[in-house]
């Protein structure tokens, strides 16, 4: 048996819930003994680590060694994929680096949108499918059902696919021999030019940026030069090696077929797209691997600190993150109602979730975001061409030619009983329904189109709430297309408030301007005077509620001589008043910029 | 620390016993610990100690309930202070007491132990408010009170109303003032009823058991009390303070004024010099605290000259007279409208506040959103 014949790498791809993690934890548990001499090693690589971070490195790529039936001793190397329709390309390039995937699903709940679009990904890549039927300790699961559905909707055998459950530690074994028999070993010529594919990096604040990659062809050493097709950037190799279940792992060289990581003394990793080609300086390939593009922000919003005080925390931060996450950009904009902060770009709205989440949590700060926009082209009656995704920056409807709007093209997994509900939704967004397909008696997939506007302030919390729960949903772009798109002011008290404006379809802005207007209602509070909040297109209101003057703040109790206690409530008071942004006269609490972000609630 | 000798105080004893807890009260008061009283007094004693020979022109024996003490008992307190302390001529001796706890025999007591003023809790004369209330007395019991109380020879009393309770109708509020002038008091506080966290009627409120009238009808009910009792011929003097001529509160007017007081007992607190300090709440923690010095062991605050500038405006401000500009300048050395200049023309554009002569003062509007206007001069 030559080298790579012994050699398997595959990713697993899953609906989210559907056991991914756990499945890879017990393969890991089941092959993951060290040899003496690597545990010495890892020990003292830990150390050192750890001394520099405490954080647990994310296992990107894990060479497994497994002793199968046939009496060899295979490599196995698990490459994990990222589980969200934002971080799409970023699958496709882990996919990129395999020759199969192992296909979970979830025996009580079966195919699901993510699952279906996964698959046709891992497809796409002509990666060798190999199912998996979990969670079959479940009171609900049906594997035969599930067995026949992933026949005759994905279109593959399934009749042996393992049947486990990941959680209890049944059928892995089957899984690992299963892994060795139906996943091709890969193929490369190892004394080609080298061709490695980037499919993840990251920074680390002890050795720099961190590649992950396959080589395809050729071979990758330490002290070598290496030159990045893509980004143009040479660097010299400090150390290469691959990821063992309990950390890195030093090497001399990696090979054609073999999966790894590398470091350089590279500081940034916007040097290092995912999707890039490596080769060498002295010895370069002829031509990059196919596949690579520069991956575009799709979704933006401003995001700015709640206590303005705080903005230097939040470029810092910004910048911190981005040093892991080349997908996100952000650049300084000012706000009249919200101060310093920054226009940032997503890949998607899970992108902008994950984000803002960890600049609250890892970074401890308060934001106040406003509602999140896609990139409109304008064209200007003069012929110039605008990228538009501050709503703030739209020219003046007199400049303007014709608005696009991107669209993208959404498959919705949901139980048959919900469909109306669903295309009810979907109209409401001004979907254009394409087809709908019969997984099985039970459950369809709605194919629409629908304008990425639609979808990225509530669309998510809508579905599930229209359907218990039970609908499952992912996108792609499909491109840009003309619309009649208007710009939605909101005043208070006759002042602008530039945060809340946003574009909107003009069939809709009546509606939406009406629904902010209420929803600011409820969550500014009375003051001294009667506050009118106004939705207004151009100079024409279109929607009007008030919040009314304050009635009674007064504190007629008598507390002996405690003076120290009436101060605290005042200075209480004062300080909930500087939590408060100033827009014009009116003092705005951050919760209301917050409530508009959710206007499909109650 | 060093008391300035020269200097006349007022003087606060807090009394922590009640017979119950009233549902919407969250002062210190201890129900069903009556048996500690002696010793409380004891320590009360202990405490003044440090204060001999200080003089005083009002003293104020509040709760609590001061009268659910045996008539011996509060009589020995006041016998104690008064040999304690230098009182004036005039001092204003006020006790507070709650109807149902005394009789015409202990109000006849306390009148010859030189107590000159009674501050009578009757709240409401709505039974069905009263008992709401978590009230241990009906309102022909709160009357009978007062009687009592003018037998005995008492003729400076305050009476307590309060208004804005669950349940509350217009027509039920009236009733009250109507029966409450036809007591003819020298003096009334008129609360607006606030609910404390962690009272009863806090959660039966919060649960919707019990429904507040809305800030409408509140604050009608007061514009209502202010018109009725100026009828009557009361001055309003304070947001919440109303009285015959001649018969303010001197002892309440200190807290407002920023004049020096000395609090005794359990959660009493002082105000002496630039300092500001709390005894603790909790009984066994002040009976050991109670032997240290003033100030000593105790929360203490410094006021700054800012702090002292913001709590003259914000306590002045509640007299409806209000604040002088000529006392603010002898005070601080510096004019009130350049330390305040921006909450004093925003408030007074907005109507809020409004000068008399040399006063600044709230206006109607004013002392009804008098709390979003103080919040403005604290100083940072």
């Known amino acids: 048996m030559n080298r790579l014949e012994k050699i398997r790498n595959f990713s697993i791809i899953a609906h989210i819930d559907h056991g991914k993690s756990t499945l890879a934890d017990r393969l890991l548990e089941k092959t993951g003994l060290l040899t003496e001499r690597e545990m010495e090693e890892q020990v003292l690589d830990n150390m050192e680590l750890e001394r520099e971070r405490g954080i647990t490195i994310k296992a990107r790529a894990v060479r497994l060694l497994y002793q199968a039936k046939d009496g060899e001793e295979y490599i196995l190397n698990l490459i994990d994929t990222p589980g969200h329709v934002d971080f799409n390309y970023e699958v496709s390039r882990s996919l990129a680096a395999c020759e199969g995937a192992i296909l979970i699903v979830d025996a009580a709940q079966g195919i699901e949108a993510q699952t279906l679009a996964n698959t046709y990904l891992a497809l796409d890549h002509d990666l060798e499918i190999m199912p998996v039927i979990n969670k079959i300790d479940l009171p609900a699961a049906q594997p035969d059902v599930v067995v026949e559905e992933i026949e005759n909707v994905i279109g593959i055998p399934a009749e042996d696919a393992p049947r486990i459950s990941a959680k209890n530690g049944i059928g892995i074994e089957e899984v690992l021999e299963q892994i060795v028999q139906v996943i091709p070993p890969p193929k490369g010529d190892e004394n080609a030019p080298l061709k490695a594919l980037i499919f993840d990096s990251f920074y680390d604040p002890y050795k720099g940026v961190i590649i992950y990659f396959r080589v395809k062809e050729g071979r990758l050493k330490t002290g070598d030069t290496i030159h990045l097709m893509a980004t143009g950037k040479d660097f010299e190799v400090v150390e290469v090696g691959y990821l063992h279940p309990s950390g890195f792992l030093k090497c001399d060289e990696l090979l054609a077929g073999e999966v790894g990581y590398l470091t350089a003394s590279i500081k940034n990793v916007s040097d290092t797209r995912v999707g890039d080609t490596i080769t060498l300086k002295n010895n370069p390939a002829e031509k990059a691997l196919s596949g690579y593009k520069q991956v575009n922000p799709m979704v933006f919003c401003g995001i700015y600190p709640a206590d303005g005080a705080r903005y230097e925390d939040l470029r810092d931060a910004l910048a911190k993150l981005q040093l892991n996450d080349a997908a996100l950009v952000y650049e300084p904009e000012t706000s009249v109602a919200l101060g310093f902060g920054f226009r940032c770009g997503f890949l998607g709205l899970l992108h902008m979730e994950i984000i803002q989440e960890r600049l609250e949590r890892e970074y401890n700060l308060d934001l106040v975001t406003t509602a999140p926009s896609v990139i409109y082209k304008v064209t200007k009656t003069n012929g110039e061409q605008l990228d538009i995704s501050n709503p703030t920056n739209l020219p003046d409807p007199s400049e303007i030619d014709y608005m696009e709007e991107p669209i993208v093209k959404a498959d919705i997994m949901v139980p048959t009983e919900y469909i109306g509900n669903i295309m009810e939704l979907c109209q409401d967004r001004r979907g254009v329904y394409i087809n709908t397909t019969y997984i099985d008696s039970t459950r369809a997939q709605l194919h629409y189109e629908l304008p990425l506007n639609e979808i990225i302030y509530d669309f998510f919390d809508a579905l599930k709430s229209r359907t218990k729960g039970y609908a499952s949903f992912d996108y792609e772009m499909k491109g840009y297309q003309q619309s009649e798109l208007i710009k939605l002011d909101i005043l208070l008290n006759g002042d602008m408030v530039d945060a809340l404006s946003f574009i909107v379809h003009s069939t809709k802005a009546y509606a939406r301007g009406r629904r902010i207007a209420e929803k600011l209602k409820g969550s500014i509070p009375r003051q001294l005077f009667e506050i009118p909040i106004q939705a207004a297109v151009g100079n024409k209101i279109i929607a009007r509620e008030t919040v009314k003057a304050m009635r009674k703040d007064v504190l007629a109790k008598c507390y002996g001589g405690d003076i120290t206690r009436k101060k605290k409530l005042l200075e209480k008071q004062k300080e909930g008043k500087k939590r408060m942004r100033q827009v014009g006269s009116v003092e705005v609490p951050q919760e209301a910029f917050m409530s508009v972000l959710k206007l499909d609630e109650d | ?380």
Request: charged residues 25%; hydrophobic residues 35%; proline residues 4%.
């Open chain 2, 1 to 380: 620390m060093k008391i300035d000798q020269t200097k006349v105080y007022g003087i606060y004893v807090h009394i922590p016993f009640c017979l119950q807890k009233c549902a919407y009260c969250d002062f210190t008061s201890y129900p069903g610990e009556l048996s500690r009283a002696d010793y409380y007094l004891e320590t009360l004693k202990k405490e003044m100690s440090y204060y001999q020979g200080i003089s005083a022109d009002t003293v104020y024996i509040g709760g609590g309930t001061p009268t659910c003490l045996s008539k011996n008992q509060l009589c020995s307190l006041v016998d104690a202070i008064k040999r304690n302390f230098t009182l004036t001529e005039d001092c204003e001796i006020t006790v507070e007491c709650n109807p149902k706890t005394a009789d015409e025999a202990y109000f006849s007591a306390l009148f010859l132990q030189g107590v000159n003023r009674l501050s009578i809790g009757t709240q409401s004369f709505c039974d069905k408010e009263l008992s709401m209330l978590g009230r241990v007395h009906n309102a022909e019991e709160a009357k009978q009170c007062v009687q009592m109380a003018k037998n005995a020879g008492f003729t400076n009393i305050n009476l307590d109303l309060m208004f804005g309770l669950p349940g509350q109708s217009m027509a039920s509020f009236m009733q009250s003032v109507s029966e409450l002038i036809s007591l003819a008091p020298t003096h009334i506080s008129a609360y607006s009823l606030i609910l404390e966290e962690d009272t009863p009627l806090y959660s039966r409120v919060d649960s919707g058991e019990l429904v507040l009238p809305d800030e409408d009808v509140e604050r009608s009910m007061y514009r209502v009390l202010v018109d009725e009792l100026s009828k009557a011929g009361y001055q309003q003097y304070e947001i919440s303070n109303f009285s015959l001529p001649g018969f303010e509160s001197r002892h309440n007017n200190k807290y407002w004024e920023r004049a020096p007081y000395i609090g005794l007992g359990a959660a009493a607190h002082s105000h002496i010099g630039m300092l500001r300090f709390a005894n603790p709440d909790e009984l066994d923690r002040y009976i050991k605290t109670a032997k240290l010095p003033p100030a000593e062991g105790r929360e203490t605050e410094f006021l700054t000259e800012k702090d002292a500038m913001s709590e003259f405006m914000f306590l002045g401000l509640r007299k409806m007279r209000g604040v002088s500009q000529k006392q603010f300048y002898e005070s601080f050395g510096k004019p009130m409208t350049e330390v305040f200049s921006e909450p004093i023309q925003k408030h007074c554009q907005r109507n809020l506040l409004e000068w008399k002569d040399d006063h600044l003062c709230l206006t109607n509007r004013g002392i009804d959103v008098s709390n979003s206007v103080f919040c403005e001069f604290l100083l940072d």
